[in-house]
């Protein structure tokens, strides 16, 4: 990894799961050999099944992550900064799960996968660390496929347009980063199931505008709405 470049993405990794709370040299230790990658548009990752010689860090863009079901592409994600891609394949079966291809131009840090285990052999208080990070986002995944099954689909796209914002309350505008129909395979919706969720949520204030366009009157309004086991 390039000098210049290492207390960048040393500040971002603090926010990346895997090495959220660990001190900074154990990290500068675990990342050598590791680079920086910008890839294009459209590029391939890595595809399901393939053997674990590297695991990425997003820094910048985003990255679909999908799975092959009775011979359909099935979206299970859209990774963006700073989810960390390839880890639990790299400590469990050895073969990526998913299939990763980059929807824009995304800057990513690969890290050998082999050099890391063999770092982790030496230090098992950080292993013990990284599998205690990885059960809780796991955890965290199952709350997600359940609010997927219980949400309607209103409330799964307007809880997805939270994510884009950091605002508590107010009005914001914000832009859908990809393509609508990528966000709907994501949300587990077909693309029309998605425009009439667009509808719905006009009625809490919501207001779907060409290019992409979002605009939220309320951002607390919106998350009240999301967070109701009911809607009538």
Do not use: W
Request: aromatic share 6%; hydrophobic share 45%; charged share 30%.
């Amino acid at each position: 990894m390039a000098l210049e470049l290492d207390r960048e993405v040393l500040l971002q990794l603090q926010f990346a799961p895997l090495f959220t709370g660990l001190a900074e040299k154990d990290v500068r230790g675990l990342l050598d050999g590791a680079e920086v990658l910008v890839l294009t548009h459209e590029h391939d990752l890595y595809r399901e099944g393939q053997p674990v010689d590297r695991f990425f860090v997003v820094l910048d863009g985003h990255v679909e992550l999908s799975l092959e079901v009775d011979g359909r592409k099935s979206v299970v994600e859209v990774a963006r900064r700073p989810t960390v891609l390839g880890d639990a394949a790299m400590f469990g079966s050895g073969r990526y799960i998913m299939s990763a291809r980059v929807l824009t131009q995304a800057r990513l840090l690969a890290i050998p996968a082999q050099a890391f285990r063999a770092r982790l052999e030496e230090r098992m208080d950080i292993l013990l660390h990284m599998l205690t990070t990885m059960s809780l986002r796991l955890r965290m995944l199952v709350r997600q496929i359940a609010e997927l099954k219980l949400k309607t689909t209103a409330q799964r796209l307007g809880s997805f347009l939270l994510t884009m914002t950091e605002a508590e309350d107010g009005r914001v505008e914000l832009r859908f980063p990809y393509d609508k129909r990528l966000v709907a395979d994501q949300l587990g919706m077909k693309p029309e199931s998605l425009s009439r969720a667009l509808g719905k949520l006009a009625r809490v204030g919501v207001e779907s505008r060409p290019d992409n366009l979002v605009v939220i009157a309320d951002v607390e309004r919106l998350r009240d709405f999301c967070a109701e086991d009911e809607v009538g």
